[in-house]
């Protein structure tokens, strides 16, 4: 089966400007994650998606970042505007049911300058 | 609010040799625990995944066993290679489809 697809890849902006990610999920993964990952740590929730509704958003930083899950299939995550703390790897996941495990895209680097 | 543990962050070996990683977690009322791999600037590749009625599972030279009345895991690594160099990452999740909850990860370099 195909895997996670995300992109861009790498994405260098200013501070104060926009971006926004992708993720086209597993055919048939009905929940959706998108976390960020900071440099020497592990990746932490900022959103999760059972099919287009939010399931949760607890550590979303909703005053700067946004995200939806277009008919329960694609996302888009999107940050505006960016802080160097944004810098960071967005990984986007998702799975069939808690037996099956998660799968993860390759993911995006940040880069806020 | 769980929380997960690796020790150590880092490991240095030479080829060939077997090694131990190790998770922890706070909450014992997990439902399955997973572990990743993850190469520099790379997304996470599953390596095994070990569900709530399960105590081990093996995969070629790797094997995982869990232990939830402990709160520990353990990811072994039989016969390792220069292309075992990765960040290796542990992660548990409770029932109901719930995000998996992360350890900072072990960096492993294996010398050739």
């Known amino acids: 089966e195909a895997g996670v697809a995300q992109s861009p890849r790498y994405k260098i902006i200013e501070k104060r400007q926009s971006v926004a990610f992708w993720c086209n999920p597993i055919s048939g993964h009905a929940t959706l994650y998108w976390y960020q990952q900071i440099l020497g740590q592990g990746p932490k929730l900022l959103i999760q998606f059972q099919n287009n509704g939010v399931v949760d958003d607890s550590q979303l930083p909703k005053d700067r970042f946004s995200a939806e899950r277009l008919k329960g299939v694609d996302s888009t995550l999107k940050i505006q505007p960016a802080k160097l703390e944004d810098s960071a790897v967005y990984l986007c996941a998702s799975s069939f049911s808690e037996d099956s495990g998660y799968t993860f895209g390759s993911g995006t680097r940040l880069t806020v300058v | 609010k769980q929380e997960v543990t690796q020790i150590p962050a880092a490991l240095s070996v030479p080829e060939g040799e077997n090694l131990v990683l190790n998770c922890s977690f706070t909450d014992s009322a997990i439902y399955n625990l997973q572990w990743f791999r993850q190469d520099p600037g790379k997304g996470l590749t599953s390596l095994l995944l070990?569900?709530?009625?399960?105590r081990e599972q093996t995969s070629g030279r790797l094997n995982a066993s869990l232990d939830k009345s402990s709160g520990r895991s353990t990811l072994y690594i039989a016969a390792s290679q220069p292309g075992d160099s990765a960040t290796y990452l542990c992660?548990?999740?409770?029932?109901?489809?719930?995000?998996?909850?992360f350890g900072k990860g072990t960096r492993l370099s294996v010398i050739a």
């Open positions: 070990i569900q709530s009625s399960q």
């Open positions: 992660a548990v999740f409770r029932p109901g489809n719930t995000p998996l909850v």
